[in-house]
């Protein structure tokens, strides 16, 4: 193919807390499917999209996916499973609400909900001294920065310089600063300059839109006048389940300062993600490349919790159990993107 006809490759996650298994599970199985295609035993996820993109737990998700062994390495580090084995370890520890801390903060009433330091001490422990500059391909992972009162993005082409250079460690502890669950992040550039963040969950749960922008962005740069339509790119969007549970009107007529908050922030979090699939699904539609846009965000049967911070045993095997069975029933579907994603060789 012509650098005018190339065909772009873009995975999204969404955010949604220990919801992440769901679409980590969906990804477990197409890596799978592709090294099977491939006859790449040792291929990753990674090696056949061009961006990435994800918010919250799914930048996290994101983020392994995009790390290296080490910093200057270009081997990936983790595989698919390896990310789903991660969360399922480590997803208790992650939402553990102490005694002390519960006591502290009357419930998460007075402070967060959460106690920041052993989710900080993990992504250090597994992304260590890793840098933005070093992911081994363009990325966008959104956090909302408080003070400055922007949405910010975390990209790879911003990463040339120290000031849009950060720790990945960071970046993704920024990403997934959940108001209320978690502390804001408050971490500074490689160039000194401090940020505050917030879950970029608040203004791009589902980032694959602004993945999309970017996208056509580095493209431009590169090729002036080129992958500007949306024939010209391939996306894969995975949610993390759509919550079932309706808000009722005799409930919600009645509710004031206490009782708004969780459910607005609820609401917002799946109406942003909703609309980001409308319009994307819009402009395939349009273009005749509806093929060429995937989309899953399963709804959550009563067997799986809603609660993004519900990490139980039972609950992380009924996510798990959920982004099998989701990626089983759309076989045919994972099938095609696979040829899709195969169409060029991986770099």
């Known amino acids: 193919m012509t650098p005018a006809t190339k065909i772009r490759r873009i995975l999204s996650i969404d955010g949604g807390g220990i919801r992440a298994i769901i679409p980590g599970q969906i990804l477990t199985v197409l890596e799978e499917k592709l090294r099977e295609r491939s006859g790449r035993p040792e291929s990753r996820l990674v090696d056949y999209f061009d961006l990435i993109a994800g918010t919250g737990s799914g930048g996290i998700l994101a983020g392994a996916y995009l790390s290296p062994v080490k910093r200057g390495n270009s081997s990936p580090r983790f595989t698919a499973q390896q990310v789903v084995d991660l969360l399922t370890k480590f997803g208790g520890r992650i939402f553990n609400e102490s005694l002390d801390h519960k006591i502290l903060t009357f419930g998460g009433l007075l402070d967060e909900k959460y106690d920041a330091r052993d989710l900080e001490g993990l992504l250090q422990e597994y992304f260590g001294d890793i840098q933005l500059s070093h992911v081994l391909k363009p990325c966008l992972i959104p956090a909302y ?15 040339d ?26 971490m500074q550039s490689l160039s000194g300059v401090s940020y505050a963040f917030v879950d970029g969950g608040v203004f791009a749960n589902n980032p694959a839109m602004c993945a ?32 079932t549970h309706p808000y009722e009107f005799a409930d919600a007529k009645d509710w004031g300062l206490a009782s708004w908050p969780r459910p607005l922030y609820d609401m917002t979090i799946s109406g942003s993600s909703e609309i980001t699939d409308h319009q994307l699904a819009a402009m395939f539609n349009v273009t005749g490349t509806r093929d060429q846009y995937l989309r899953f965000n399963p709804r959550l049967p009563a067997t799986v919790k809603p609660e993004f911070d519900d990490a139980s045993p039972e609950n992380i095997q009924a996510l798990k159990e959920l982004g099998q069975f989701v990626a089983e029933e759309a076989d045919a579907q994972l099938e095609a993107f696979v040829a899709m994603l195969l169409a060029e060789p991986p770099k």
């Not at 720790?167 to 108001?179: E, G, K, M, N």
């Not at 922008?213 to 024939?231: D, H, I, M, Y």
């Open 145 to 159: 920065e408080i003070t400055r009162r922007q949405a910010h993005f975390f990209t790879r082409h911003n990463s």
């Open 212 to 243: 999309y922008v970017e996208a056509c962005k580095l493209n431009a740069a590169t090729t002036p006048g080129a992958f500007q339509s949306p024939r010209h790119y391939c996306i894969l969007s995975l949610g993390t389940g759509a919550p």
């Open 161 to 186: 310089k120290p000031a849009g250079d950060f720790l990945l460690s960071d970046i993704l502890r920024a990403t997934s600063a959940a108001p209320s669950y978690f502390e804001c992040k408050q």
